[in-house]
């Protein structure tokens, strides 16, 4: 960030006061310190059909835009340029202190992508600590397939790891900077609150909570439950087993973790490997009071309706899932009831209620989205990397909570290690000795085939991040 000169309204605090629940979580703050969590609460806007989305002030002087909170990408990046479906933009140009870094940046998606140039400027958040943090942004200057009709955001937080960020980890992610200059706990915990409401519902808003520093109690009840983070890229947990009511799935933990399996906030369902996901689906059609039910509404090509007033849930089982506690010969249960994922969508002709299933097949691993989150408060407590799970208090419909949480269990019952890892060091020497064996074979015929010209051929491509984001939009 050298040459860029940051004027003396974007000085930046460094006062921190915070106290801890003995385990090494901040909880609550001083209204005086740079961290005040209660001036947090309810900064969020949005649901998990069209995102939760955060209002921060760019540049000086500041223009307000509406960002997406995404756990599961690493760039911080805004729309620069005019888009039919977004009503505004960051125009670099009436920013004093931007400053173009002179490097493009490319991210594409499952669907949708977007490509820019790399810059550095202010950002404050108004419903956030306390100060004006220098950041890495990527000005958006074209796009495909992200910015889609409906939304209220204009650019998009990504919380994850340096791992991710694009064009490479030297890419200060927006969170680690936020950690560096204002001295915060390396700790920030999510409430999302549209858990059982339609996602075309615009008069009950649902919005959540983005707590940066630490956690607000009074967003969650009883205890926080804690699952280590597996790997420092996404957030990636270890799975063990999924139950369909009472009845365990009984699949080999690794099928769970097939690829990866991680929490991420900007996939909208719950995304299962395919095995996994054909499992579910059977284990629900058997202990569901409807037997036969298009194949069309478990692949999402279809809604169920039912008469205005009559609502489903009661046709279908609760959802499990068993992570890895941090004491690892132990597991807790986070559990979702059907009106988490039997989700509402719209209304036809006043006369019928109509629901999509919140559940989806993944070939890039398991994905807890939006569907299972906003049950939850989750805690990503990077300090001591870990994620905590507790119960949200506005995961409700009434009086009726609709998220649970159970354990601590026994882990005896299954493997030591289901994330696969141990696997990959010894498949990668088998590859490479294979490698090996076969230039090899290629240098002896060669030898013997010297009267051959020998030609060598270039290769060339496009690096793509399709794997590394894996979102699951459906609006």
């Avoid at 505004?88 to 870094?101: R, W």
């Avoid at 090509?301 to 009559?310: F, I, N, Q, R």
């Avoid at 894996?470 to 609006?475: A, L």
Wanted: with cysteine; glycine share 10%; aromatic share 10%.
């Amino acid at each position: 960030m050298t040459g860029l000169k940051i004027p003396k309204s974007l000085k930046m605090i460094s006062l921190v006061a915070l106290t801890s629940d003995g385990n090494g979580l901040s909880l609550a703050s001083d209204p005086s310190g740079t961290v005040n969590f209660l001036d947090m609460v309810n900064n969020l806007q949005g649901d998990s059909g069209r995102g939760y989305y955060i209002e921060m002030s760019i540049g000086t002087p500041g223009q307000k835009l509406n960002i997406l909170v995404d756990t599961g990408s690493s760039n911080f990046a805004v729309a620069a340029a005019p888009h039919p479906f977004i009503t505004h933009f960051f125009n670099t140009a009436l920013s004093d202190s931007y400053l173009s870094t002179g490097r493009t940046v490319a991210v594409r998606y499952t669907q949708g992508n977007w490509e820019g140039e790399l810059g550095v400027d202010g950002v404050s958040i108004p419903n956030g600590p306390n100060g004006t943090i220098i950041i890495n942004i990527a000005a958006i200057l074209s796009s495909e397939g992200f910015f889609l009709p409906g939304i209220n955001w204009q650019g998009i937080l990504g919380l994850a790891y340096p791992m991710l960020a694009r064009p490479d980890s030297s890419v200060e992610p927006f969170f680690n900077s936020v950690v560096q200059q204002l001295g915060i706990p390396d700790i920030f915990s999510l409430q999302m609150c549209g858990a059982g409401l339609s996602a075309s519902s615009t008069s009950d808003p649902a919005g959540g909570s983005l707590i940066m520093g630490g956690a607000e109690p009074s967003l969650y009840r009883g205890t926080v439950w804690y699952t280590p983070i597996l790997e420092e890229w996404y957030y990636q947990v270890e799975v063990l087993k999924l139950e369909v009511g009472d009845q365990n799935l009984d699949l080999d933990c690794r099928e769970y973790n097939m690829d990866k399996a991680i929490v991420d906030s900007g996939t909208t369902l719950l995304r299962l490997p395919v095995n996994v996901f054909n499992a579910v689906v059977e284990a629900i059609t058997r202990s569901s009071l409807i037997q036969d039910f298009s194949s069309g509404f478990w692949d999402g090509t279809k809604l169920a309706c039912w008469m205005k007033g009559e609502t489903p849930w009661r046709f279908f089982p609760k959802l499990s899932i068993y992570l890895r506690a941090t004491n690892t010969s132990q597991s807790f249960r986070i559990t979702i009831l059907p009106q988490m994922y039997i989700q509402p969508i719209t209304d036809v002709d006043g006369t019928l209620d109509c629901f999509r299933f919140g559940v989806s097949s993944s070939a890039n691993g398991l994905v807890i989205g939006a569907t299972v989150m906003e049950g939850f408060y989750v805690v990503f407590d990077r300090s001591q990397r870990r994620l905590g799970f507790a119960l949200s208090n506005c995961a409700a419909s009434g009086s009726v909570a609709l998220s649970e949480i159970a354990g601590p269990f026994s882990a005896a019952d299954v493997a030591a290690d289901c994330s696969g890892r141990t696997l990959r060091e010894p498949l990668l020497w088998v590859i490479s000795y294979t490698l090996m064996a076969v230039c090899g074979l290629v240098l002896v015929v060669l030898l013997l085939l010297l009267v051959l010209p020998c030609r060598r051929r270039g290769r060339s491509g496009e690096i793509t991040d399709e794997s590394s984001l894996v979102r699951h939009r459906i609006k």
